[in-house]
Protein backbone atom coordinates (compact mmCIF):
# COMPACT_ATOMS: atom_id res chain seq x y z
CA UNK A 1 0.00 0.00 0.00
CA UNK A 2 2.16 3.57 -1.06
CA UNK A 3 1.27 5.68 1.65
CA UNK A 4 2.17 9.74 1.08
CA UNK A 5 4.38 11.04 3.68
CA UNK A 6 3.07 12.93 6.94
CA UNK A 7 3.54 16.23 6.95
CA UNK A 8 3.84 16.41 10.38
CA UNK A 9 6.06 13.30 11.42
CA UNK A 10 4.55 10.89 14.25
CA UNK A 11 6.84 12.72 17.19
CA UNK A 12 6.06 16.48 15.84
CA UNK A 13 2.45 15.19 16.54
CA UNK A 14 1.62 16.99 19.62
CA UNK A 15 1.90 14.88 22.97
CA UNK A 16 -0.94 15.74 24.81
CA UNK A 17 -4.45 17.32 23.75
CA UNK A 18 -3.18 20.55 24.72
CA UNK A 19 -3.52 22.59 21.56
CA UNK A 20 -4.67 26.02 21.73
CA UNK A 21 -8.18 26.54 19.84
CA UNK A 22 -8.51 28.37 16.39
CA UNK A 23 -10.08 31.67 16.23
CA UNK A 24 -13.23 32.09 14.93
CA UNK A 25 -13.39 32.49 11.32
CA UNK A 26 -16.81 34.64 9.60
CA UNK A 27 -18.44 33.50 12.87
CA UNK A 28 -17.88 29.70 12.76
CA UNK A 29 -15.52 27.98 14.97
CA UNK A 30 -12.62 25.99 13.19
CA UNK A 31 -11.16 23.74 15.61
CA UNK A 32 -7.64 22.14 15.20
CA UNK A 33 -8.04 19.40 12.49
CA UNK A 34 -6.85 15.51 12.50
CA UNK A 35 -7.91 15.13 16.53
CA UNK A 36 -10.20 12.37 16.26
CA UNK A 37 -9.27 8.78 17.00
CA UNK A 38 -10.02 6.71 13.70
CA UNK A 39 -9.80 3.42 15.32
CA UNK A 40 -13.33 2.07 14.51
CA UNK A 41 -15.19 2.09 17.74
CA UNK A 42 -12.89 4.70 19.49
CA UNK A 43 -15.02 8.54 20.23
CA UNK A 44 -12.05 9.77 21.48
CA UNK A 45 -11.38 13.34 20.30
CA UNK A 46 -8.80 15.76 21.54
CA UNK A 47 -11.47 18.26 22.47
CA UNK A 48 -13.53 15.80 23.98
CA UNK A 49 -10.68 14.66 26.07
CA UNK A 50 -9.90 17.91 27.07
CA UNK A 51 -13.03 18.85 28.39
CA UNK A 52 -12.82 15.41 30.39
CA UNK A 53 -9.49 16.32 31.37
CA UNK A 54 -7.92 12.61 29.79
CA UNK A 55 -4.50 12.80 29.30
CA UNK A 56 -4.45 11.05 25.82
CA UNK A 57 -1.77 11.65 22.86
CA UNK A 58 -2.84 11.87 18.74
CA UNK A 59 -0.28 9.96 16.86
CA UNK A 60 -0.51 9.95 12.95
CA UNK A 61 0.14 7.32 11.18
CA UNK A 62 4.25 6.13 10.88
CA UNK A 63 6.17 7.20 7.67
CA UNK A 64 8.30 3.62 7.65
CA UNK A 65 5.84 1.13 5.37
CA UNK A 66 6.84 -1.62 7.47
CA UNK A 67 5.24 0.24 10.47
CA UNK A 68 2.57 1.33 8.42
CA UNK A 69 1.58 -1.83 7.85
CA UNK A 70 1.59 -3.58 11.43
CA UNK A 71 -0.51 -0.89 12.00
CA UNK A 72 -2.74 -0.85 9.24
CA UNK A 73 -3.06 -4.70 10.03
CA UNK A 74 -3.79 -4.31 13.77
CA UNK A 75 -6.53 -1.84 13.48
CA UNK A 76 -8.17 -3.12 9.78
CA UNK A 77 -9.24 0.21 8.04
CA UNK A 78 -9.38 -1.11 4.54
CA UNK A 79 -12.59 -0.28 2.91
CA UNK A 80 -14.42 -2.97 1.07
CA UNK A 81 -17.58 -2.28 -1.41
CA UNK A 82 -20.41 -4.27 -1.82
CA UNK A 83 -19.76 -5.47 -5.23
CA UNK A 84 -16.61 -7.00 -4.07
CA UNK A 85 -13.59 -4.65 -5.30
CA UNK A 86 -10.52 -3.27 -2.58
CA UNK A 87 -10.50 0.28 -1.68
CA UNK A 88 -7.33 -0.05 0.61
CA UNK A 89 -7.29 2.57 3.35
CA UNK A 90 -4.54 5.44 3.01
CA UNK A 91 -4.17 7.17 6.22
CA UNK A 92 -4.11 11.19 5.54
CA UNK A 93 -2.48 13.32 7.12
CA UNK A 94 -5.36 14.30 9.64
CA UNK A 95 -5.97 10.82 10.67
CA UNK A 96 -4.59 10.05 14.27
CA UNK A 97 -4.56 7.11 16.24
CA UNK A 98 -4.75 8.11 20.02
CA UNK A 99 -2.60 6.44 23.01
CA UNK A 100 -5.46 4.78 24.68
CA UNK A 101 -5.09 2.39 21.68
CA UNK A 102 -1.04 1.16 22.80
CA UNK A 103 0.25 -1.32 25.80
CA UNK A 104 1.07 1.20 28.82
CA UNK A 105 -1.06 4.42 27.21
CA UNK A 106 1.90 5.59 25.10
CA UNK A 107 2.93 4.50 21.58
CA UNK A 108 6.80 3.47 21.73
CA UNK A 109 8.85 3.56 19.00
CA UNK A 110 11.32 0.57 19.73
CA UNK A 111 10.55 -1.78 17.48
CA UNK A 112 10.62 -5.09 20.33
CA UNK A 113 8.13 -2.84 22.38
CA UNK A 114 4.75 -4.17 22.34
CA UNK A 115 3.58 -0.47 22.60
CA UNK A 116 5.37 -0.51 18.91
CA UNK A 117 1.80 -1.30 17.23
CA UNK A 118 -1.46 -0.09 18.57
CA UNK A 119 -2.50 -3.51 20.06
CA UNK A 120 -6.05 -2.27 21.86
CA UNK A 121 -8.97 -2.07 20.72
CA UNK A 122 -13.08 -1.73 21.66
CA UNK A 123 -15.02 -4.44 21.60
CA UNK A 124 -18.24 -3.53 22.63
CA UNK A 125 -19.12 -0.09 20.86
CA UNK A 126 -21.21 0.22 18.06
CA UNK A 127 -21.22 3.77 15.83
CA UNK A 128 -24.28 4.78 14.84
CA UNK A 129 -24.06 8.84 13.49
CA UNK A 130 -22.33 8.78 10.06
CA UNK A 131 -21.31 12.75 10.48
CA UNK A 132 -19.24 14.98 8.28
CA UNK A 133 -16.55 14.61 11.32
CA UNK A 134 -16.79 10.74 11.30
CA UNK A 135 -16.27 10.38 7.34
CA UNK A 136 -12.98 12.81 7.19
CA UNK A 137 -11.78 11.00 10.08
CA UNK A 138 -12.38 7.44 8.10
CA UNK A 139 -15.58 5.89 10.15
CA UNK A 140 -18.61 4.83 9.20
CA UNK A 141 -19.48 4.93 5.38
CA UNK A 142 -17.62 6.58 2.26
CA UNK A 143 -18.82 7.44 -0.85
CA UNK A 144 -16.21 6.68 -3.59
CA UNK A 145 -14.43 9.26 -5.32
CA UNK A 146 -13.68 9.17 -9.25
CA UNK A 147 -10.20 8.10 -8.78
CA UNK A 148 -11.08 5.11 -6.59
CA UNK A 149 -13.38 4.37 -8.68
CA UNK A 150 -11.27 4.06 -11.48
CA UNK A 151 -8.16 2.50 -9.59
CA UNK A 152 -10.65 -0.03 -8.49
CA UNK A 153 -12.75 -1.03 -12.04
CA UNK A 154 -9.22 -2.00 -13.30
CA UNK A 155 -8.83 -4.72 -10.70
CA UNK A 156 -12.39 -6.00 -11.82
CA UNK A 157 -12.18 -9.33 -13.41
CA UNK A 158 -13.67 -9.07 -16.87
CA UNK A 159 -17.51 -9.39 -16.97
CA UNK A 160 -18.06 -8.05 -13.58
CA UNK A 161 -21.06 -5.35 -12.98
CA UNK A 162 -20.33 -1.71 -13.63
CA UNK A 163 -18.78 -0.09 -10.28
CA UNK A 164 -21.38 1.58 -8.68
CA UNK A 165 -21.99 1.23 -5.15
CA UNK A 166 -21.39 3.44 -2.08
CA UNK A 167 -18.89 1.92 0.30
CA UNK A 168 -19.59 1.03 3.86
CA UNK A 169 -17.15 0.72 6.22
CA UNK A 170 -16.88 -2.67 7.99
CA UNK A 171 -16.80 -1.77 11.65
CA UNK A 172 -14.67 -4.23 12.38
CA UNK A 173 -15.16 -5.88 15.80
CA UNK A 174 -18.42 -4.11 16.48
CA UNK A 175 -21.67 -4.82 14.43
CA UNK A 176 -23.01 -6.91 12.03
CA UNK A 177 -21.87 -6.62 8.09
CA UNK A 178 -24.21 -8.14 5.44
CA UNK A 179 -22.56 -10.56 2.73
CA UNK A 180 -19.62 -8.50 1.30
CA UNK A 181 -17.88 -10.19 -1.13
CA UNK A 182 -17.21 -12.71 -4.26
CA UNK A 183 -13.86 -11.99 -6.25
CA UNK A 184 -11.55 -14.08 -4.76
CA UNK A 185 -8.71 -11.89 -5.86
CA UNK A 186 -7.51 -9.92 -2.96
CA UNK A 187 -8.60 -10.85 0.70
CA UNK A 188 -7.04 -8.54 2.25
CA UNK A 189 -9.73 -5.78 3.30
CA UNK A 190 -11.98 -7.84 4.81
CA UNK A 191 -12.60 -6.80 8.79
CA UNK A 192 -13.32 -9.98 10.88
CA UNK A 193 -14.29 -9.81 14.11
CA UNK A 194 -12.24 -10.82 16.46
CA UNK A 195 -13.88 -12.77 19.80
CA UNK A 196 -12.42 -12.63 23.12
CA UNK A 197 -13.04 -15.57 25.27
CA UNK A 198 -11.91 -15.67 28.88
CA UNK A 199 -8.98 -12.92 28.13
CA UNK A 200 -7.72 -14.51 25.11
CA UNK A 201 -8.32 -13.37 21.41
CA UNK A 202 -9.69 -16.24 19.05
CA UNK A 203 -9.51 -14.80 14.97
CA UNK A 204 -11.99 -16.06 12.86
CA UNK A 205 -14.29 -16.17 9.76
CA UNK A 206 -16.73 -17.36 8.24
CA UNK A 207 -17.49 -18.04 4.27
CA UNK A 208 -19.71 -20.11 1.73
CA UNK A 209 -18.87 -22.00 -1.29
CA UNK A 210 -20.74 -23.31 -4.35
CA UNK A 211 -20.32 -26.63 -6.23
CA UNK A 212 -19.13 -26.70 -9.64
CA UNK A 213 -20.19 -29.20 -11.87
CA UNK A 214 -17.83 -29.86 -14.82
CA UNK A 215 -19.22 -29.62 -18.57
CA UNK A 216 -15.64 -30.79 -19.80
CA UNK A 217 -14.10 -33.01 -17.23
CA UNK A 218 -10.95 -33.38 -15.56
CA UNK A 219 -10.14 -36.79 -14.88
CA UNK A 220 -6.57 -37.94 -14.77
CA UNK A 221 -3.35 -36.67 -12.85
CA UNK A 222 0.20 -35.34 -14.35
CA UNK A 223 1.32 -35.11 -10.77
CA UNK A 224 -0.61 -36.62 -8.41
CA UNK A 225 0.85 -34.69 -4.98
CA UNK A 226 0.48 -31.30 -6.69
CA UNK A 227 -2.67 -32.37 -8.31
CA UNK A 228 -1.98 -30.78 -11.62
CA UNK A 229 -4.55 -32.62 -14.23
CA UNK A 230 -3.77 -34.33 -17.58
CA UNK A 231 -6.56 -31.96 -19.33
CA UNK A 232 -7.79 -28.67 -18.66
CA UNK A 233 -11.44 -28.62 -18.04
CA UNK A 234 -14.73 -25.89 -18.05
CA UNK A 235 -17.40 -26.12 -15.27
CA UNK A 236 -20.38 -23.65 -14.33
CA UNK A 237 -20.50 -22.97 -10.58
CA UNK A 238 -24.23 -23.75 -9.36
CA UNK A 239 -26.11 -21.05 -7.27
CA UNK A 240 -25.05 -21.66 -3.24
CA UNK A 241 -29.24 -20.76 -2.69
CA UNK A 242 -29.46 -24.48 -3.46
CA UNK A 243 -25.65 -26.33 -2.95
CA UNK A 244 -22.90 -24.48 -0.70
CA UNK A 245 -20.59 -25.58 1.82
CA UNK A 246 -20.71 -22.86 4.58
CA UNK A 247 -16.59 -23.17 6.98
CA UNK A 248 -16.26 -21.19 10.25
CA UNK A 249 -12.11 -21.36 10.44
CA UNK A 250 -11.13 -19.45 14.08
CA UNK A 251 -7.22 -19.31 15.27
CA UNK A 252 -6.62 -18.77 18.60
CA UNK A 253 -3.56 -19.56 21.28
CA UNK A 254 -6.39 -21.12 23.30
CA UNK A 255 -6.42 -24.28 21.29
CA UNK A 256 -4.20 -27.14 21.91
CA UNK A 257 -5.23 -29.14 18.44
CA UNK A 258 -5.61 -28.49 15.09
CA UNK A 259 -9.45 -30.13 14.61
CA UNK A 260 -11.82 -30.61 11.90
CA UNK A 261 -15.73 -31.38 12.30
CA UNK A 262 -17.70 -31.87 9.35
CA UNK A 263 -21.34 -32.00 9.70
CA UNK A 264 -21.31 -32.01 13.34
CA UNK A 265 -18.79 -35.05 12.87
CA UNK A 266 -14.74 -34.74 14.31
CA UNK A 267 -12.62 -35.67 11.68
CA UNK A 268 -8.98 -36.17 11.10
CA UNK A 269 -6.81 -33.18 10.09
CA UNK A 270 -3.46 -34.84 9.22
CA UNK A 271 -4.94 -35.56 6.11
CA UNK A 272 -2.11 -35.31 2.95
CA UNK A 273 -4.48 -33.28 1.28
CA UNK A 274 -5.36 -30.77 4.70
CA UNK A 275 -1.81 -30.69 5.51
CA UNK A 276 -0.58 -29.51 1.65
CA UNK A 277 -3.30 -27.08 2.03
CA UNK A 278 -1.98 -25.82 5.12
CA UNK A 279 1.32 -25.28 3.96
CA UNK A 280 0.75 -23.88 0.67
CA UNK A 281 -1.66 -21.30 2.90
CA UNK A 282 1.13 -20.53 5.49
CA UNK A 283 3.84 -20.72 2.85
CA UNK A 284 1.99 -17.95 0.94
CA UNK A 285 0.90 -15.49 3.76
CA UNK A 286 4.58 -15.96 4.75
CA UNK A 287 5.50 -14.41 1.76
CA UNK A 288 3.10 -11.82 1.39
CA UNK A 289 3.65 -10.96 5.56
CA UNK A 290 0.05 -11.03 5.39
CA UNK A 291 -0.38 -11.43 8.72
CA UNK A 292 1.46 -11.61 12.13
CA UNK A 293 3.81 -13.62 12.69
CA UNK A 294 2.55 -15.11 15.51
CA UNK A 295 -0.79 -16.27 13.86
CA UNK A 296 1.66 -19.14 12.74
CA UNK A 297 2.04 -21.01 15.99
CA UNK A 298 -1.45 -20.57 16.97
CA UNK A 299 -4.02 -24.18 16.20
CA UNK A 300 -6.77 -24.06 13.95
CA UNK A 301 -10.51 -25.17 14.42
CA UNK A 302 -12.34 -25.83 11.14
CA UNK A 303 -15.74 -26.49 11.31
CA UNK A 304 -17.76 -27.12 8.06
CA UNK A 305 -21.48 -28.48 6.95
CA UNK A 306 -23.51 -29.33 3.40
CA UNK A 307 -26.88 -28.01 2.03
CA UNK A 308 -26.31 -31.10 0.27
CA UNK A 309 -25.67 -34.94 0.64
CA UNK A 310 -22.01 -35.58 1.19
CA UNK A 311 -19.67 -37.34 -1.00
CA UNK A 312 -22.41 -38.29 -3.41
CA UNK A 313 -20.79 -37.31 -6.69
CA UNK A 314 -22.49 -33.98 -6.06
CA UNK A 315 -18.83 -32.42 -5.83
CA UNK A 316 -19.22 -31.79 -2.13
CA UNK A 317 -15.58 -32.00 -1.76
CA UNK A 318 -14.53 -29.23 -4.91
CA UNK A 319 -17.16 -27.00 -2.58
CA UNK A 320 -15.35 -28.38 0.85
CA UNK A 321 -12.02 -27.88 -0.13
CA UNK A 322 -12.69 -24.29 -1.60
CA UNK A 323 -14.22 -23.09 1.24
CA UNK A 324 -11.23 -23.76 3.31
CA UNK A 325 -9.16 -22.44 0.69
CA UNK A 326 -11.06 -19.04 0.72
CA UNK A 327 -12.04 -18.96 4.65
CA UNK A 328 -8.62 -19.38 5.63
CA UNK A 329 -7.34 -17.27 2.74
CA UNK A 330 -9.62 -14.23 4.09
CA UNK A 331 -8.33 -15.06 7.42
CA UNK A 332 -4.95 -14.77 6.80
CA UNK A 333 -5.24 -11.65 4.55
CA UNK A 334 -3.84 -13.09 1.22
CA UNK A 335 -3.77 -11.21 -1.76
CA UNK A 336 -4.11 -12.51 -5.76
CA UNK A 337 -5.45 -15.85 -7.16
CA UNK A 338 -5.71 -18.63 -4.68
CA UNK A 339 -7.46 -21.23 -6.79
CA UNK A 340 -4.12 -22.92 -6.91
CA UNK A 341 -4.38 -23.72 -2.91
CA UNK A 342 -7.79 -25.11 -3.06
CA UNK A 343 -6.56 -27.46 -6.09
CA UNK A 344 -4.12 -29.36 -3.20
CA UNK A 345 -7.08 -30.25 -1.50
CA UNK A 346 -8.63 -31.40 -4.35
CA UNK A 347 -8.57 -30.81 -8.20
CA UNK A 348 -11.95 -29.44 -8.95
CA UNK A 349 -11.86 -27.13 -5.82
CA UNK A 350 -10.00 -24.56 -7.75
CA UNK A 351 -13.23 -24.15 -10.39
CA UNK A 352 -15.25 -23.49 -6.94
CA UNK A 353 -13.44 -20.29 -6.36
CA UNK A 354 -14.88 -18.40 -9.29
CA UNK A 355 -18.53 -17.70 -9.80
CA UNK A 356 -20.08 -18.26 -13.49
CA UNK A 357 -18.28 -20.09 -16.28
CA UNK A 358 -14.24 -20.88 -15.39
CA UNK A 359 -11.97 -23.28 -16.44
CA UNK A 360 -9.43 -24.77 -14.81
CA UNK A 361 -5.97 -24.55 -17.18
CA UNK A 362 -3.77 -27.78 -16.88
CA UNK A 363 -0.86 -25.71 -17.40
CA UNK A 364 2.83 -26.62 -18.45
CA UNK A 365 4.87 -25.95 -15.80
CA UNK A 366 6.22 -28.51 -13.65
CA UNK A 367 5.93 -26.92 -10.51
CA UNK A 368 2.18 -26.33 -11.21
CA UNK A 369 1.93 -22.75 -10.96
CA UNK A 370 0.06 -21.94 -13.93
CA UNK A 371 -2.10 -24.74 -13.08
CA UNK A 372 -4.79 -22.29 -11.92
CA UNK A 373 -8.77 -21.23 -12.37
CA UNK A 374 -10.05 -18.29 -14.02
CA UNK A 375 -13.36 -17.16 -14.99
CA UNK A 376 -14.15 -17.46 -18.59
CA UNK A 377 -17.52 -15.74 -17.71
CA UNK A 378 -19.91 -14.27 -14.96
CA UNK A 379 -23.18 -16.15 -13.98
CA UNK A 380 -25.04 -13.11 -15.55
CA UNK A 381 -23.88 -14.34 -19.18
CA UNK A 382 -26.34 -16.84 -19.70
CA UNK A 383 -29.56 -16.12 -17.43
CA UNK A 384 -31.73 -18.38 -18.68
CA UNK A 385 -29.23 -21.62 -18.70
CA UNK A 386 -30.75 -23.64 -15.72
CA UNK A 387 -29.62 -26.58 -14.34
CA UNK A 388 -31.90 -29.39 -12.50
CA UNK A 389 -29.52 -31.97 -10.07
CA UNK A 390 -31.50 -35.64 -10.07
CA UNK A 391 -30.60 -37.25 -6.95
CA UNK A 392 -30.31 -40.98 -7.81
CA UNK A 393 -28.33 -41.91 -4.62
CA UNK A 394 -27.20 -39.80 -1.59
CA UNK A 395 -25.18 -42.78 -0.47
CA UNK A 396 -21.13 -41.98 -0.63
CA UNK A 397 -19.48 -43.59 -3.22
CA UNK A 398 -17.75 -46.40 -3.73
CA UNK A 399 -14.69 -45.25 -5.81
CA UNK A 400 -13.23 -42.32 -5.18
CA UNK A 401 -12.24 -39.93 -7.74
CA UNK A 402 -9.11 -39.93 -6.87
CA UNK A 403 -8.39 -43.64 -6.82
CA UNK A 404 -10.59 -44.00 -10.00
CA UNK A 405 -8.46 -41.68 -11.79
CA UNK A 406 -5.04 -43.57 -10.93
CA UNK A 407 -6.93 -46.72 -12.61
CA UNK A 408 -7.91 -44.81 -15.52
CA UNK A 409 -4.66 -43.35 -16.18
CA UNK A 410 -2.71 -46.78 -15.66
CA UNK A 411 -4.59 -49.17 -17.54
CA UNK A 412 -6.68 -47.36 -19.99
CA UNK A 413 -5.83 -47.41 -23.94
CA UNK A 414 -8.84 -44.63 -24.40
CA UNK A 415 -8.16 -42.41 -22.11
CA UNK A 416 -4.80 -41.34 -24.07
CA UNK A 417 -7.50 -40.64 -27.27
CA UNK A 418 -9.00 -38.54 -24.88
CA UNK A 419 -6.19 -36.70 -23.38
CA UNK A 420 -5.53 -35.77 -27.56
CA UNK A 421 -9.21 -34.81 -28.28
CA UNK A 422 -9.88 -32.27 -24.85
CA UNK A 423 -7.82 -29.53 -26.18
CA UNK A 424 -10.07 -28.78 -29.16
CA UNK A 425 -13.34 -29.62 -26.97
CA UNK A 426 -12.38 -26.40 -24.70
CA UNK A 427 -12.15 -24.48 -27.75
CA UNK A 428 -15.44 -25.37 -28.87
CA UNK A 429 -17.26 -25.75 -25.29
CA UNK A 430 -15.88 -22.03 -25.01
CA UNK A 431 -17.34 -20.81 -27.94
CA UNK A 432 -20.60 -22.62 -27.45
CA UNK A 433 -20.95 -20.45 -24.07
CA UNK A 434 -19.08 -17.29 -25.45
CA UNK A 435 -22.39 -17.61 -28.35
CA UNK A 436 -25.03 -19.02 -25.89
CA UNK A 437 -25.44 -22.19 -28.26
CA UNK A 438 -26.84 -24.45 -26.22
CA UNK A 439 -27.39 -27.00 -29.13
CA UNK A 440 -23.69 -27.03 -29.13
CA UNK A 441 -23.18 -26.72 -25.87
CA UNK A 442 -25.69 -29.62 -24.72
CA UNK A 443 -23.55 -32.01 -27.09
CA UNK A 444 -20.23 -31.30 -25.82
CA UNK A 445 -21.36 -31.56 -22.42
CA UNK A 446 -23.05 -34.93 -23.06
CA UNK A 447 -20.02 -36.45 -25.17
CA UNK A 448 -17.62 -35.71 -22.83
CA UNK A 449 -19.73 -37.00 -20.00
CA UNK A 450 -19.91 -40.26 -22.04
CA UNK A 451 -15.82 -40.48 -22.85
CA UNK A 452 -15.52 -40.23 -18.84
CA UNK A 453 -17.84 -42.94 -17.77
CA UNK A 454 -15.89 -44.93 -21.13
CA UNK A 455 -12.87 -44.60 -20.35
CA UNK A 456 -13.62 -45.34 -16.41
CA UNK A 457 -15.21 -48.84 -18.26
CA UNK A 458 -11.84 -49.22 -20.26
CA UNK A 459 -10.40 -48.95 -16.86
CA UNK A 460 -8.89 -52.75 -15.18
CA UNK A 461 -10.52 -53.75 -13.55
CA UNK A 462 -13.67 -51.44 -14.82
CA UNK A 463 -14.65 -48.76 -12.69
CA UNK A 464 -18.44 -47.87 -13.14
CA UNK A 465 -20.34 -44.80 -11.56
CA UNK A 466 -23.59 -44.52 -13.63
CA UNK A 467 -25.92 -47.14 -12.45
CA UNK A 468 -29.36 -48.67 -14.54
CA UNK A 469 -31.19 -45.32 -13.54
CA UNK A 470 -28.57 -42.78 -14.65
CA UNK A 471 -28.35 -44.67 -18.05
CA UNK A 472 -32.20 -44.81 -18.14
CA UNK A 473 -31.91 -41.06 -17.64
CA UNK A 474 -29.42 -40.52 -20.55
CA UNK A 475 -32.22 -42.52 -22.68
CA UNK A 476 -34.86 -39.91 -21.34
CA UNK A 477 -33.08 -37.13 -22.27
CA UNK A 478 -31.94 -38.48 -25.80
CA UNK A 479 -35.73 -39.46 -26.67
CA UNK A 480 -37.05 -35.85 -25.47
CA UNK A 481 -34.32 -34.82 -27.58
CA UNK A 482 -35.67 -36.49 -30.68
CA UNK A 483 -38.38 -35.27 -30.27
CA UNK A 484 -38.32 -32.00 -30.32
CA UNK A 485 -35.58 -32.11 -33.15
CA UNK A 486 -32.44 -30.25 -31.41
CA UNK A 487 -31.21 -30.52 -28.23
CA UNK A 488 -33.05 -29.23 -25.90
CA UNK A 489 -31.57 -30.90 -22.49
CA UNK A 490 -28.21 -32.11 -21.29
CA UNK A 491 -27.14 -34.60 -19.08
CA UNK A 492 -24.00 -34.93 -17.07
CA UNK A 493 -22.45 -37.11 -14.47
CA UNK A 494 -19.45 -36.95 -12.64
CA UNK A 495 -17.82 -40.05 -10.25
CA UNK A 496 -21.59 -40.70 -9.33
CA UNK A 497 -24.94 -42.01 -10.49
CA UNK A 498 -26.44 -38.55 -10.19
CA UNK A 499 -27.33 -36.84 -13.07
CA UNK A 500 -26.98 -33.19 -13.66
CA UNK A 501 -29.26 -31.68 -16.44
CA UNK A 502 -28.40 -28.59 -18.20
CA UNK A 503 -31.87 -26.69 -20.41
CA UNK A 504 -32.85 -23.36 -20.73
CA UNK A 505 -35.01 -21.99 -18.50
CA UNK A 506 -38.74 -22.10 -20.62
CA UNK A 507 -37.79 -26.17 -21.18
CA UNK A 508 -37.85 -26.51 -17.19
CA UNK A 509 -41.29 -27.20 -16.30
CA UNK A 510 -41.63 -30.33 -19.71
CA UNK A 511 -38.69 -31.70 -18.23
CA UNK A 512 -39.27 -32.02 -14.46
CA UNK A 513 -42.86 -32.87 -15.53
CA UNK A 514 -41.25 -35.86 -17.56
CA UNK A 515 -38.81 -36.67 -14.68
CA UNK A 516 -42.13 -37.22 -12.40
CA UNK A 517 -44.13 -38.87 -14.92
CA UNK A 518 -41.12 -42.01 -15.45
CA UNK A 519 -39.70 -41.52 -11.66
CA UNK A 520 -42.34 -41.06 -9.78
CA UNK A 521 -41.78 -40.00 -6.21
CA UNK A 522 -43.03 -42.63 -3.74
CA UNK A 523 -43.12 -40.12 -0.78
CA UNK A 524 -44.31 -36.43 -0.11
CA UNK A 525 -44.21 -34.54 -3.27
CA UNK A 526 -42.89 -31.37 -1.69
CA UNK A 527 -39.81 -33.07 -0.37
CA UNK A 528 -39.07 -34.77 -4.17
CA UNK A 529 -38.97 -30.89 -5.56
CA UNK A 530 -36.84 -28.22 -3.86
CA UNK A 531 -35.17 -25.07 -5.45
CA UNK A 532 -35.76 -22.76 -7.83
CA UNK A 533 -39.51 -22.77 -8.46
CA UNK A 534 -40.83 -24.67 -11.79
CA UNK A 535 -43.56 -22.69 -14.12
CA UNK A 536 -46.79 -25.81 -15.12
CA UNK A 537 -46.79 -27.60 -17.93
CA UNK A 538 -50.07 -27.98 -20.81
CA UNK A 539 -51.22 -31.57 -19.77
CA UNK A 540 -52.69 -32.49 -23.23
CA UNK A 541 -49.11 -31.27 -24.98
CA UNK A 542 -47.34 -33.10 -22.27
CA UNK A 543 -48.60 -36.35 -22.41
CA UNK A 544 -48.46 -36.65 -26.21
CA UNK A 545 -44.25 -36.50 -25.75
CA UNK A 546 -44.62 -38.80 -22.55
CA UNK A 547 -46.04 -41.69 -24.40
CA UNK A 548 -44.20 -41.12 -27.23
CA UNK A 549 -41.04 -42.13 -24.72
CA UNK A 550 -40.23 -45.82 -24.68
CA UNK A 551 -38.99 -46.49 -20.57
CA UNK A 552 -40.79 -47.98 -17.93
CA UNK A 553 -41.94 -46.35 -14.71
CA UNK A 554 -39.75 -46.61 -11.88
CA UNK A 555 -41.43 -45.04 -8.29
CA UNK A 556 -38.89 -43.97 -6.12
CA UNK A 557 -35.86 -44.74 -8.15
CA UNK A 558 -34.87 -40.84 -8.09
CA UNK A 559 -34.70 -39.62 -4.50
CA UNK A 560 -35.16 -35.79 -4.91
CA UNK A 561 -34.87 -33.27 -7.72
CA UNK A 562 -32.70 -29.79 -7.03
CA UNK A 563 -33.61 -26.75 -9.58
CA UNK A 564 -30.94 -24.34 -9.41
CA UNK A 565 -28.78 -21.91 -12.35
CA UNK A 566 -25.38 -21.15 -12.67
CA UNK A 567 -24.18 -18.40 -9.65
CA UNK A 568 -21.30 -16.62 -7.83
CA UNK A 569 -18.01 -17.62 -5.95
CA UNK A 570 -17.32 -18.07 -2.43
CA UNK A 571 -18.46 -15.65 0.17
CA UNK A 572 -17.85 -14.15 3.16
CA UNK A 573 -20.42 -13.81 6.17
CA UNK A 574 -19.20 -11.03 8.17
CA UNK A 575 -22.77 -11.91 11.32
CA UNK A 576 -21.13 -13.31 13.78
CA UNK A 577 -24.62 -15.65 14.13
CA UNK A 578 -23.31 -16.98 10.57
CA UNK A 579 -20.35 -18.48 12.90
CA UNK A 580 -20.53 -22.53 13.06
CA UNK A 581 -18.39 -22.16 16.14
CA UNK A 582 -19.24 -20.78 19.21
CA UNK A 583 -17.24 -18.29 21.58
CA UNK A 584 -14.99 -21.25 22.60
CA UNK A 585 -14.29 -22.48 19.24
CA UNK A 586 -16.12 -25.74 19.17
CA UNK A 587 -19.39 -26.21 16.65
CA UNK A 588 -22.29 -24.75 18.07
CA UNK A 589 -24.18 -27.62 16.06
CA UNK A 590 -25.05 -30.96 15.97
CA UNK A 591 -25.07 -33.65 13.71
CA UNK A 592 -28.37 -32.81 12.81
CA UNK A 593 -27.84 -29.22 13.07
CA UNK A 594 -29.60 -28.31 16.42
CA UNK A 595 -28.05 -25.95 18.41
CA UNK A 596 -25.48 -27.52 21.25
CA UNK A 597 -27.24 -27.38 24.45
CA UNK A 598 -23.81 -26.05 26.64
CA UNK A 599 -23.17 -23.38 23.88
CA UNK A 600 -22.14 -20.13 24.52
CA UNK A 601 -23.05 -17.91 21.52
CA UNK A 602 -21.10 -15.65 19.88
C1 LIG B 1 -15.57 -36.51 -12.16
O1 LIG B 1 -11.57 -33.06 -7.87
O2 LIG B 1 -12.77 -34.98 -6.80
O3 LIG B 1 -15.98 -34.64 -10.80
O4 LIG B 1 -8.39 -33.99 -7.52
O5 LIG B 1 -8.46 -36.38 -6.91
O6 LIG B 1 -9.68 -34.73 -5.52
P1 LIG B 1 -9.19 -35.09 -6.89
O7 LIG B 1 -10.49 -35.30 -7.76
P2 LIG B 1 -11.84 -34.49 -7.83
O8 LIG B 1 -12.33 -35.01 -9.27
C2 LIG B 1 -13.51 -34.62 -9.83
C3 LIG B 1 -13.71 -35.34 -11.09
C4 LIG B 1 -15.06 -35.17 -11.72
C5 LIG B 1 -14.96 -34.30 -12.95
C6 LIG B 1 -14.78 -32.82 -12.73
O9 LIG B 1 -15.30 -32.28 -11.75
O10 LIG B 1 -14.13 -32.21 -13.59
Redesign the pocket.
Known amino acids: MEVKPDIKSESEAPAVSSAPRSPRIHGRYKGPTGDFCCVPGCTNSRGKCNRMGKQVSFYTFPRDSKRLKMWLDRIRLDVLSEDGHLVPFTPKNHHRVCSEHFVGGKKVDHPNSEAYVPSEFPRNAVRKRTTKRSLEAGLAVQVVTKKQKKATAELAPKGRPPFSVKYRFPLPFLGPVPIVYSAPTDHTYINLPSVMSQGVVMETCTCTAPV ?1 M ?1 VI ?3 G ?1 RHKDL ?1 LPLNS ?1 I ?1 ATLDQKQLRTKTTVAISPSFEDDRLWLNGIEERVDTVRIQNLLAELRQRSIEQQSCPQEWFSWKLHVCSENNFPTAAGL ?1 S ?2 AGYACLAFSLAVLYRLRGDISDIARRG ?4 CRSMYGGFVIWDKGTKADGTDSIARQLYPETHWPELHILILVVSDQKKHTC ?2 AG ?1 EVTVETSSLMKQRIRLVPDRIKEMTSAIEKRDFHKFAELTMKDSNQ ?1 HAVCLDSYPPISYMTDVSRQIVHMVHEYNKLKGQNKVAYTF ?2 GPNACLYLIEEDVAEVVSLVTHFFPPIGPTEEFYTGLPTGSVALDQFQVIASQINLPKQPGAIKYVIHTKPGPGPCVLTKKVDSLLDISGHPKYDTRGEPKSVTTDQ
Open positions: NAKYWKVSSASASGSASTMLDA
